[in-house]
Each structure stands twice: as C-alpha cells, then as structure tokens.
T-cell receptor
Framework: AQKITQTQPGMFVQEKEAVTLDCTYD???????LFWYKQPSSGEMIFLIY??????QNATEGRYSLNFQKARKSANLVISASQLGDSAMYFC????????????FGKGTTLSVSS | GAVVSQHPSRVICKSGTSVKIECRSL??????MFWYRQFPKKSLMLMAT?????????EQGVEKDKFLINHASLTLSTLTVTSAHPEDSSFYIC?????????????FGNGTRLTVT
C-alpha cells in the first residue's frame, strides 16, 4: 500500500489566488513527521513546511500552511497569494519515528501559476 | 545551515564505464545519508540508506553490486554506478539530516543528472 498519496498530477492557479495541494498518508506509527518539498525545474529539493503527528496546531510558514487532519490522515498544503515563481513540482513526504528512516515521497503534484 | 553539496551536477559517460557521485554535508555531521533516484516528472525513489562506517542498506530491487555506496566519514557519502548502461540514466539525489528523528527534514543536494550513452 502506498504510504503517501497525492491524487492531483497537475494543478493550475492564477497569480494571487490560493491553491490547495492534497496529500493523504498511511502509517501505523503513532509518531511521524509530514513534510512538503518544492522541486523547481532545476531539480533541487526545497523544504517548505513540517507537521508533527503530535502537533495540535496546523503549521504555517509565510505563504505556506498545512491543513492537518489527523483522523482523516490528510496533510494538505495551502499556498496563499500564488506567485509565478511557485510553478514547480510539489511533494508530500513522511518520516516515521524509527531512527535513521528516510523520507517516503508521494508522486507529486505539478503546480502551474499563470498571470 | 544544513547544506548538502553534491558533485558532479551533470555527467555523461559511455556504456560500461563507472561514475562516482559525491555527497557532502558541509556544516553538519550526518550519521545517515540517503540516496534517491528520480525519473523525469516522477517521484523520488529511495535507493539506499548509507550509514557512516557500515554497509549501506539497499531497498528491494536495487542492485547493490551496480550501485556501490560508501559512507567513509560523517560528512561524505559516495555512490558509484558501476558498468553503467543507458537504462541507468537518471537523476540521482542525495540527502542527509543533522538529526535522525521524525521531526527533522532531510536536506538535499542539488542532484546529479547522469546520461549514459
């Protein structure tokens, strides 16, 4: 079974609008971290935001916020006031509590922002 | 802080040759590093987990004799693609964390685009 599911291969948004990128996850570990990364066409992986499984409040980082619904096992990324530079591939990822575990990634969502 | 440097960024090699990719954590010590492979417009697939001073742990389906990983120090891990074939052409990206806990993000190198002709 997939541990991280991103069901939107592509999303389109206009500048200055908000967009939500969906992510659901599956784990039996009570302690885990959820991460979102941005990958522009140049290939580098840029860390955006983190949500811990025990965090009571949704994480926010500037224009990025994470809509964490633990019971539904979802961790959607909300980007407010989209900019042209936000056009990129976005990956949701999870890291479980066991020491030394890697990030497991979803398939990604390609976001295109138009003027 | 938490910078990971990966070299080379691009490499073209002939079939049958070997290519070494270096991954360095510049401002922190990484007891664990991870190697991923990514095909165009696809997700990052974990290849192996590299632990300093011990043998790497490979994911199912990854040939350990083809993808040799050495983690010689707390700041350096290398991936050698041996006897490369065109199907090995891909984007390889390494990552490391300064803390091995679930609340620590992985920091990534900029990746190596390998083309085997």
């Amino acid at each position: 079974a997939q541990k991280i599911t991103q069901t939107q291969p592509g999303m389109f948004v206009q500048e200055k609008e908000a967009v939500t990128l969906d992510c659901t996850y599956d784990t039996s570990d009570p302690s885990y971290g959820l991460f979102w990364y941005k990958q522009p066409s140049s290939g580098e992986m840029i860390f955006l935001i983190y949500q811990g499984s025990y965090d009571q409040q949704n994480a926010t980082e500037g224009r990025y916020s994470l809509n964490f619904q633990k019971a539904r096992k979802s961790a959607n990324l909300v980007i407010s006031a989209s900019q042209l530079g936000d056009s990129a591939m976005y990956f949701c990822a999870m890291r479980e509590a066991q020491a030394g575990t890697a990030l497991i990634f979803g398939k990604g969502t390609t976001l295109s922002v138009s003027s | 802080g938490a910078v990971v440097s990966q070299h080379p960024s691009r490499v073209i090699c002939k079939s049958g040759t070997s290519v070494k990719i270096e991954c360095r954590s510049l401002d922190f010590q990484a007891t664990t590093m991870f190697w991923y492979r990514q095909f165009p417009k696809k997700s990052l697939m974990l290849m192996a987990t590299s632990n300093e001073g011990s043998k790497a742990t490979y994911e199912q389906g990854v040939e350990k004799d083809k993808f040799l990983i050495n983690h010689a120090s707390l700041t350096l891990s290398t991936l050698t693609v041996t006897s490369a074939h065109p199907e090995d052409s891909s984007f390889y990206i390494c990552s490391a964390s300064n803390r091995d806990t679930s609340n620590s993000p992985l920091h990534f190198g900029n990746g190596t685009r390998l083309t085997v002709t």
